[in-house]
DNA sequence: GGAACACATAAGTAACGACTTATATTTGGT
DNA sequence: ACCAAATATAAGTCGTTACTTATGTGTTCC
């Protein structure tokens, strides 16, 4: 298996926004389909590639699987980002707006 | 030409290195070129791709093309990213220190 | 005007990636 | 024990992509 870069993992869309429906709750394959115009097999394929880059992780309960996300995974693309975003002043705002959120 | 995705833009390695070089400064093609293990063609297809989707734009001066980069363009990533920050607060530290470096 | 230079575009190729259908594997229910 | 459900894996297909070499376009210098 070849190094497993989050740019190339994150860029087909159908991949991406299977991470994305995971990060708001846990979910079943099946359930996952749900929505997506493609196989089953498909999805499968894709969770496999994002668990290989430590973006989803699975656990199993009798015939099911439920996956969910682990955006900490995400760091190597944040720090990415955050290198250019100092290249950037009038983001400031949102930025700071982030921070807000966050703060309890 | 199908819609510029910045994943896709910057998934290949390559062309992603290229970017980032082209932040540190301005650069024409040939300089850009050294330092890759590709040919002059190859960088100027990845520099038109780039330019598809807004990431570095072109100065002409006679015979030469000088190109920059416009991390603006990084905008869809940078708010992509932020809506996953707020799973993460053992990243808040590091976030500040952004912010920090930014305010003069 | 012509040759060398800087770059872009064209055309071809080989590998990759996202899908499909088919099949295997495990589990649950009856 | 049997059958269906839930998922994974295999194998094949087809479009995409990142490269190559070859050629075209414009510019500088003699």
């Not at 969910?68 to 930025?95: S, T």
């Amino acid at each position: 298996m070849p190094e497993p870069d989050l740019f190339r993992t994150l860029a087909d869309p159908t991949r991406r926004a299977v991470f994305e429906r995971l990060c708001g709750k846990e979910m079943s394959v099946s359930e996952l389909k749900a929505g997506f115009g493609v196989s089953q097999p498909a999805i499968s394929q894709h969770l496999a590639a994002l668990r290989g880059a430590g973006l989803v992780c699975e656990r199993r309960e009798g015939r099911f699987a439920y996956y969910r996300a682990e955006p900490q995974a995400l760091a190597p693309l944040v720090d990415w980002v955050d290198r250019y975003r100092k290249y950037w002043p009038e983001r400031l705002e949102k930025l700071k707006n982030v921070l807000q959120d966050m703060e309890p």
